[in-house]
């Protein structure tokens, strides 16, 4: 019986895979009891486009034709410009990471909203995973996608606080390092802060560029803090606004004895940063603890190996 019930599934799998992507969703949605997410995702006709344009480059060397322009007409395609039957589309640079985006978007989404409802009691996992990604995204230069995913992580009810405030505080920061400070201040100051951790204090100075707040605080929070160690101050992302002040390395080698060197992290695709973001579960739920605003697990962190699942 159970050599049958796998060859039944994998093979409604494999048939589903000769689907179109559309199909896939709706599969998805269906098998799950999901409302239909086309109509509530913004860039639904993009994401097909990406999918249409796809087909083209692997069937049709690129070349426009008659399915493309009736998905163009039926899914109302964006496009500068309206392709014509036997027009070549390209994938430049900046196309094809735009593409990226919003498919690592799309699924980051998808993967959440059905875990979510297939395993209700697993919240505190799926609140991790979404928190790393964003966290990932950030220290990989990857602002702008790292918003938009804390954005959704921000709206999803039923977040323990201190992940809340992770969030809030990391989207805060990436609106800082893409160019927004107005919007940066606008997320720290849609929270109170005043009963907040060491840890969120200097996180939020940081943000927000106060390096005397921050020396102070180094000062204070010590060496041998559970807060922030050192480690925190060379790798976390928050610190990429003040880490090059002459107060804040003084203070760093004041404290810990030696200079500061911020770790330079490991170059890696999008791929591996879904990779990392995937949380591998904890034998015991106890397991599992809130560790500061920008680290989002500490496991590699106490191994000399410097590329972490911060």
């Not at 480059?57 to 998905?71: D, P, R």
């Amino acid at each position: 019986m159970d050599e049958l019930k796998e060859f039944v599934i994998y093979d409604e799998i494999d048939k589903v895979q000769c689907d179109t992507f559309e199909d896939q969703i709706k599969w998805i949605t269906s098998k799950t009891g999901l409302d239909d997410i086309a109509p509530n995702y913004p860039d639904w006709p993009r994401l097909l486009e990406i999918l249409e344009r796809r087909n083209l480059f692997v069937h049709a060397n690129g070349i426009v034709n008659e399915q493309y322009l009736k998905a163009s007409k039926k899914y109302n395609f964006p496009a500068t410009k309206s392709p014509k039957k036997g027009d070549e589309l390209h994938a430049n640079p900046k196309y094809f990471t735009s593409a990226v985006h919003r498919l690592l978007h799309f699924g980051a989404m998808l993967t959440q909203i059905v875990w979510r409802k297939c395993y209700p009691d697993e919240g505190e996992y799926s609140d991790k995973s979404i928190s790393d990604l964003g966290y990932e995204l950030i220290a990989r230069g990857q602002f702008k996608l790292a918003i938009k995913i804390l954005e959704a992580a921000k709206t999803i009810r039923g977040v323990s606080d201190v992940r809340n405030r992770m969030n809030v505080v990391n989207l805060a920061n990436a609106y800082k390092l893409s160019g927004d400070d107005k919007k940066s201040l606008e997320m720290l100051n849609s929270m109170d802060w005043s009963a907040a951790g060491p840890e969120f204090k200097i996180s939020i100075a940081a943000v927000k560029g106060d390096v005397d707040e921050v020396v102070g605080l180094i000062r204070k929070i010590g060496p041998t803090s559970d807060y922030v160690s050192a480690r925190g101050y060379r790798e976390w992302p928050v610190f990429y606004g003040v880490r090059e002040d002459a107060k804040f390395t003084g203070a760093f080698k004041e404290v810990f004895g030696f200079d500061y060197v911020p770790f330079a992290k490991e170059q890696a695709g999008l791929s591996q940063v879904i990779k990392w973001g995937n949380l591998e579960k904890p034998s015991d739920a106890h397991d599992i603890k809130d560790e500061g605003p920008e680290l989002s697990d500490d496991t590699d962190m106490k191994t000399s190996n410097p590329r972490t699942l911060n």
